[in-house]
């Protein structure tokens, strides 16, 4: 007799129990369904769209990267004097001027690898100006181009490049134009020099 009862007052408080859930359940709807209810889930989401913002000013103003958003990080990488600067300019303009942007940025990676290797000076100036035996290292530094060379926006925008640190060139030493450098000059090239690759007009050498 007992087990009867024990089982209908179970019975029953699982239906008190289940009713208290819907009901609830209920109240929930018919409070998202008001209007009251959206405009406070939207100003909600949106001071949270407008918290995440703010932290991705605040990270980006600190100097963070932040890899989701592409926000990349440049550091120039040369710090040139004006002397330079200026000779590494009109020695671009003047061995490259008829190259595209790349074809630019090559010889300003060569013309900075010189700078950074042992084997040449220190200074671009001293590299664009260097004479080994009487003959010089860059032909427009005795020909009149370099001289008399007008710098393109272009050429600028490939020193920059290269300023910054972009170096396509394999680490590249020397470069040559073959089908205007005479036979003797290419014979050592050949002989000597290990060939990477040809870009335009010009061949790549370490």
């Not at 109240?27 to 008001?34: C, E, F, G, L, T």
């Not at 000013?57 to 890899?67: E, L, M, N």
């Not at 600028?156 to 590249?172: C, H, K, P």
Request: net charge negative.
């Amino acid at each position: 007799m007992y087990r009867k009862y024990i089982t209908g007052f179970l019975l029953a408080s699982m239906t008190v129990v289940s009713s208290w859930v819907c009901a609830r359940e209920l109240k929930i709807n018919r409070i998202a369904a008001k209007p009251a209810f959206q405009m406070e889930y939207l100003s909600e989401t949106m001071g949270e769209d407008r918290q995440s913002f703010v932290e991705m000013v605040a990270c980006v103003s600190s100097g963070q990267r932040i890899v989701d958003y592409e926000v990349l990080e440049r550091t120039i990488q040369y710090q040139l004097s004006d002397k330079d600067y200026e000779a590494l300019l009109r020695i671009v303009e003047a061995e490259a001027g008829g190259e595209d942007q790349n074809g630019k940025l090559l010889v300003a990676n060569v013309v900075l690898n010189r700078v950074n290797s042992s084997q040449f000076p220190d200074t671009v100036w001293d590299v664009v100006m260097q004479k080994e035996q009487g003959i010089a290292q860059f032909s427009p530094t005795v020909d009149g181009r370099y001289q008399s060379v007008s710098v393109s926006d272009d050429t600028i925008e490939a020193v920059e490049r290269a300023l910054y640190g972009e170096d396509i060139s394999q680490g590249a030493l020397y470069f040559c134009a073959r089908e205007k450098a005479d036979s003797e000059n290419l014979q050592w090239f050949d002989r000597k020099l290990t060939k990477l690759f040809a870009y335009g007009n010009h061949e790549f050498y370490l």
